[in-house]
C-alpha cells in the first residue's frame, strides 16, 4: 500500500468542474434515501419486485459525471451511503478503481482527488496497482450504522485497450464499465482479489445507482436501469438514470446507434446495432435471440427484475460481457460469426441476468458458479425455443469443449489460476455445465428447475458460495449428492 497525497487539480479539469456545477443545478440533491430517491430507483423495476425488496439495505449511490468525447475522459462526483451490513465494527471503506487494471478493463486510468466522510475531508491509501482505494474510517462503523461517503474523480477512457474493450472509447461507439469508485462487496470482509488476466473481475454488491450524466447531444445512449428523463444543455443532454438492486452501472454512447425493440414477460429488450457490412445478419436475428432466451429463462429459472433489458453491440474482444440490465455483445459476431455463434453468445450473456446481475458470485475465486450455469443455460434457451435436438447438440459441444471429468483443473479453479482463456474456459465454462448435465438427469427435471428456482429466490441481489449452490441440490433432492460431487470436483463437499 502507498500513501497518496490529495491532488490539485489542473487546468483542464477546471472547465469540466465548471460544466459539472451546472449539471449539480439540475441534478437531485440532498441527503440520499429520501421517499424521492426510493421512487426513482422504482421505476426500473418490474411492479412485483417494487415494494418486496429491502431497497433501504442496499448501497446507494449518486453520480453527477460529464463525459468529453473529444479528449476520451470523464469527470465526475459520487455520493455514496454505506450502512454496515455486518455484526462486527468496520474500520475502512473499500473501493475499487477498475481503470487502474492493466487487465480486463486496462488501458486508461482513474485518479480520486477528494474524499469526504459526512463532510471531513480524509486521506486514502491506494494498493500498489492502484485499483483499490481504502479509506480510514474513525471512529468504525458500528454494525447497522450508515456512512456516507463523497467523492470527486476522473478517469481517462482508453482508445487503445489493454483488456477487452469494455472501458474503452473509439469513433463508433464509447463503452463505459467500471467508469466510477465502486465500493467492493463487504462479505465477513471487503472482497478486493486481484484483477485477473482472463476471465471477470465484476464483483459488486447489489447497489442503487442514480446517475446523471452529461454527453454530447449527438449521441444516444444504452445503459443499466432506466431513463427517467433528459435535458438539453447547449451542445449537451443530460441523462438521468436509475437502476434499482444492480451490480455495477454500465453505460454505452454511440452517434450511429440502430435501435430495435421487442417485449416479453412485461420487459421491453433493446438491440443496439452498430453499422455492419452489406452481408451481415439483420440485427432482427440478434434482438430475437435475446428476447427468446428472456422468455425462456423467465419461465424455467424465474422472472427478470428489471423493466428493460439492453443488448448492445460493441467492440468486447472476448465475445460478449454481461452487466446488470444490460450486456455486450462482439459487433463482428453478427458481421461475420456464425448463427450457431452469435446463438451462444447473445443466450449465454443473457443468462447472466440471471446468474450474475440476479445471484452474485464471486467471479474471481468462484468463477464456475456463474459462468457454468449461464452456459448451461444456452441449452435450456436451446430446449425451449428450438427443441430437445438442439438443446443435446449444445450439451454435445459442452463435452467436446470441456473433456472428461478433472482434465484441465478443478471446475472450482480460481480465474487467477490461468493465463488463457483456452485453458480456463475448459473445467470453468464446459466441464462446470457438464455437470449441470449430470446433476439435472441425477436430480430429475422437477427437483432441478426447482433447484435454480429456489436457488435464484434465496439469493437474488445477494452473493451465494459454492457451498450454497450445492448444498441446496442436496437439500432438494432430498439426498447427498457425494458421489456426483465427487465424480465432477474431485470432493464430496466441494467449497465447504
Ligand atoms: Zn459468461
Known amino acids: 500500500m502507498r ?94 478503481l477498475l481503470p487502474n487494471a492493466r487487465s480486463i478493463y486496462g488501458g486508461g486510468s482513474m485518479t480520486v482527488e477528494r474524499v469526504t466522510l459526512d463532510t471531513t475531508e480524509v486521506a486514502w491509501t491506494l494498493s500498489a496497482d492502484g485499483t483499490t482505494m481504502t479509506v480510514p474510517l474513525d471512529p468504525p462503523l458500528a454494525p447497522g450504522e450508515e456512512v456516507e461517503a463523497n467523492i470527486t474523480f476522473g478517469a481517462r477512457i482508453p482508445t487503445r485497450s489493454t483488456g477487452y474493450s469494455i472501458f474503452h472509447h473509439s469513433a463508433a461507439i464509447t463503452s463505459l464499465s467500471g467508469w466510477f469508485p465502486v465500493l467492493a462487496p463487504y462479505e465477513g470482509g471487503w472482497q478486493a482479489p486481484a484483477i485477473p488476466g482472463v476471465g471477470d473481475a465484476n464483483h459488486f454488491a447489489a447497489s442503487l445507482y442514480d446517475v446523471t450524466l452529461t454527453a454530447p447531444s449527438t449521441h444516444a445512449l444504452a445503459s443499466t436501469g432506466v431513463t427517467l428523463s433528459t435535458q438539453a444543455e447547449g451542445d449537451a443532454t443530460v441523462w438521468r438514470l436509475t437502476s434499482g438492486p444492480a451490480r455495477g452501472f454500465a453505460i454505452a454512447l454511440s452517434d450511429r446507434f440502430r435501435v430495435l425493440e421487442a417485449e416479453r414477460e412485461g420487459v421491453t429488450i433493446r438491440y443496439h446495432a452498430l453499422p455492419g457490412s452489406q452481408t451481415a445478419r439483420a440485427p432482427e436475428v440478434a434482438l430475437e435471440i435475446a428476447a427468446d432466451a428472456l422468455a425462456a429463462y423467465s419461465r424455467r429459472f424465474g422472472p427478470y427484475p428489471y423493466t428493460e433489458f439492453d443488448v448492445v453491440e ?146 437474488r441481489f445477494r452473493i451465494a458460495r459454492t457451498a450454497d449452490f450445492l448444498d441446496l441440490a442436496e437439500q432438494v433432492a432430498g439426498r447427498e449428492l457425494d458421489d456426483l460431487y465427487l465424480a465432477w470436483f474431485g470432493v464430496a463437499e466441494p467449497g465447504a
Open 3 to 96: 500513501y497518496v497525497p490529495i491532488a490539485r487539480r489542473g487546468d483542464r479539469t477546471a472547465a469540466l468542474l465548471a460544466l459539472l456545477l451546472i449539471v449539480v443545478l439540475v441534478a437531485p440533491a440532498g441527503p440520499l434515501r429520501a421517499q424521492s430517491d426510493l421512487e426513482a430507483q422504482r421505476a426500473a423495476l418490474r411492479p412485483e419486485f417494487r415494494n418486496s425488496l429491502p431497497l433501504a439495505d442496499y448501497p446507494h449511490y449518486r453520480i453527477i459525471a460529464t463525459v468529453n468525447l473529444d479528449a476520451a475522459i470523464l469527470h465526475g462526483q459520487e455520493q455514496v451511503l454505506f450502512r454496515n451490513p455486518a455484526a462486527e465494527p468496520i474500520h475502512d471503506l473499500v473501493f475499487r
Open 314 to 459: 460493441t467492440p468486447v474482444s472476448i465475445g460478449g460481457y454481461e452487466f446488470a440490465g444490460m450486456v455486450f455483445v462482439e459487433h463482428s459476431l453478427r458481421t461475420v460469426g456464425s448463427l450457431s455463434q452469435l446463438r451462444f453468445i447473445v443466450a449465454h450473456e443473457t443468462a447472466h441476468q440471471w446468474w450474475f446481475a440476479q445471484v452474485g458470485s464471486d467471479p474471481v475465486g468462484e468463477p464456475w458458479l456463474d459462468e457454468s450455469l449461464a452456459t448451461y443455460s444456452t441449452a435450456v434457451y436451446l430446449e425451449e425455443t428450438l427443441g430437445l435436438d438442439a438443446a443435446a447438440g449444445m450439451i454435445a459441444y459442452f463435452r467436446g469443449e470441456g473433456g472428461a471429468p478433472g482434465s484441465g483443473g478443478p471446475i472450482t479453479s480460481s480465474a487467477l489460476q490461468f493465463g488463457s482463456w483456452a485453458t480456463y474456459r475448459r473445467p470453468v465454462y464446459y466441464q462446470g455445465a457438464q455437470f449441470l448435465v449430470a446433476l439435472r438427469s441425477a436430480m430429475g427435471d422437477d427437483a432441478f428447475f426447482s433447484l435454480l428456482g429456489q436457488y435464484l429466490s434465496t439469493y
